[in-house]
């Protein structure tokens, strides 16, 4: 993803001024996003060169076909518990707040859930959380994989997704199960 990115003064930089300090492409005259592509165009304007770079992130169309994904990002035993803290500290603080008549704390919980999860993410599994790039499903994916720990069907979950592997790109060293 193109972006801003964070120079060690700690401000942000253009990725354009990033490519133009870049020798050899010193003649970067344009840089823009599209929907799903990356468009980086070079050269004088006579004669341009441009190259696209498609970005090979997945759309998932349906809940259904983001679960296997969700799950995948979710190996590590240790990953799933701070979710299943995290989700259930935020619905207890949640209704705690309601309760109370503090309503205006409700986005509290949502940190205290997101925290724990994102601490899984970051510093266990040591990946991107789902939910920068899928919010709805993520959000969705944290509750049944929720309910799958309480009614203690995750590992099975996850061994059925696992034996699809051809058809869902899961192989048996990404999923660990807490046998």
Known sequence: M???????NGFSE??????????????VTSLKRGANENVLRLG???DRITAKFHMTERQYKSFAEFWPYYVSEHSKPAT????????????????????LGKWWLFPLGLVVGYGCAWIGHFF???????????PLWSFMGDWKMLAFMIAGRMEKEIQRLASQSSATN????????DD
Not at 2 to 8: D, E, M, Q, R, Y
Not at 170 to 177: A, H, K, N, P
């Open 2 to 8: 193109l972006g801003h990115a964070t120079v060690s």
């Open 14 to 27: 253009n990725p354009l001024k990033r490519l133009r300090r870049i020798p050899g492409l010193s003649f």
């Open 44 to 46: 004088a304007a006579s």
């Open 80 to 99: 799933r518990a701070l979710h299943a803290i995290g989700s259930t500290i935020a619905l207890v603080l949640m209704v705690i707040l309601i309760a």
């Open 124 to 134: 266990v599994e040591k990946n991107r959380p789902a939910t920068f790039k899928y």
């Open 170 to 177: 899961f192989s048996d060293q990404q999923l660990t199960t």
